[in-house]
């Protein structure tokens, strides 16, 4: 019996030994496929956003404007039907649930009605942003949005940032600069065309710039009320959802009514610009799938990879680039600042010590 009694716990054991490096596995997998999916969405998201701003005479174009409202419309579909999941699709609870969050309590939904703004004027400008500047030096540029999230995070949550990320900081912000500066090539494109290559770059970096501080100021506002509330990711994504949806149609109406009144709201749309629209409203999802399963060291890798693929991808598919040395240099140095940033102070303790 007491033999029986030892197999019996020794059996137990091994299941339990087995669960737990099948967890192990399983949390492992999750990690690196969240990784994997936020590469390839950064990356595509780029290029296709890039691709499709590409004017083409013959073709009509889409208005971005639209893009993202509909695209706002995709995120709030997935949203609810997260939230719906919760109460096993009982339509009854999940409306009376939705009613009392969103306008017995509008006080706390009129809240994210700052971020959703802004988030949506961001999204307008990386449209533009995109229409004029290449994938690479976009991807390289808008790593700043670091640069203003770590300003406003001191700012506004009270944030401590170590040695090592000012660091960061300091060398990304000469990275980019560096990015900026002019090759001879460019100088000659700009004296030919009678400075349309200098006024059109100077629209996409100021709308990057705009993007980045808005970035920063709006994600940062965000952290601060998720973290002041019991309320979950979905239920505030909901929340912005519904100042984004009016805020972004009464801009795409005001600035868009005479082409929307000529062509239609969903004018120039083909399979790219779905593909983009999802991919953008995927966006926000993956991020939030990286944050639970891996890390910011993970996340840094991810960044530096989406750099230096939309850069292979924007000069040997799209041809609309050729990098400088200082591009090269400039590159270099921001992937390295984005992985310094994203490495625990722990670690560099351990390496010192």
Not at 34 to 39: A, D, F, K, Q, V
Not at 65 to 75: G, H
Not at 319 to 325: G, I, R
Request: aromatic share 12%; net charge neutral.
């Amino acid at each position: 019996m007491a033999d029986k009694g030892r197999t019996s716990d020794q059996e137990t054991g091994l299941v339990k030994k087995e669960k737990e490096l099948l967890l192990g596995m399983t949390n492992s997998t999750l990690k690196y496929l969240s990784i994997g999916i936020l590469i390839v969405q950064n990356t595509a998201l780029v290029l296709a956003m890039r691709y499709s701003r590409i004017k083409d005479p013959e073709t009509l174009q889409y208005l971005p404007s639209t893009a993202v409202v509909v695209s706002e419309c995709i995120k709030m579909i997935i949203c609810l039907t997260v939230i719906a999941s919760d109460f096993n699709f009982n339509f009854t609870t999940v409306l009376n649930f939705l009613y009392q969050q969103l306008f017995v309590n509008f006080k706390e939904t009129a809240k994210v009605s700052v971020p959703a703004i802004l988030y949506t004027i961001q999204n307008n400008l990386l449209y533009l942003a995109l229409s004029n500047l290449n994938a690479a030096t976009f991807q390289v540029t808008y790593q700043l949005k670091i640069l203003t999230t770590a300003l406003f995070s001191v700012c506004m949550l009270k944030k401590k940032l170590f040695l090592s990320q000012w660091l960061a900081l300091a060398v990304l912000t000469g990275a980019v600069a560096l990015v900026q500066w002019p090759s001879g090539e460019e100088k000659a494109d700009e004296d030919s065309d009678d400075g349309q290559w200098f006024y059109s770059t100077l629209i996409g970096l100021t709308a990057i710039f705009l993007s980045c501080i808005s970035s920063g100021f709006s994600g940062v506002y965000f952290e601060k009320m998720l973290k002041g509330s019991k309320a979950t990711i979905w239920l505030r994504n909901v929340q912005l959802g519904i100042f984004s949806l009016i805020f972004g149609f009464a801009m795409s109406i005001i600035k868009d009514h005479a082409a929307i009144r000529e062509n239609g709201y969903f004018q120039g749309y083909n399979f790219i610009v779905i593909v983009v629209i999802l991919l953008q409203a995927a966006g926000g999802l993956i991020v939030a799938a990286v944050i639970k399963y891996a890390d910011n060291i993970l996340k840094g890798f991810a960044t530096a990879i989406s750099i230096i693929v939309s850069s292979l991808v924007s000069y040997f598919l799209l041809n609309d680039f050729n990098p400088s040395s200082f591009f090269i240099i400039g590159a270099f140095f921001v992937i390295l600042a984005t992985l310094l940033y994203s490495v625990p102070q722990s670690c560099f303790d351990h390496v010192f010590s």
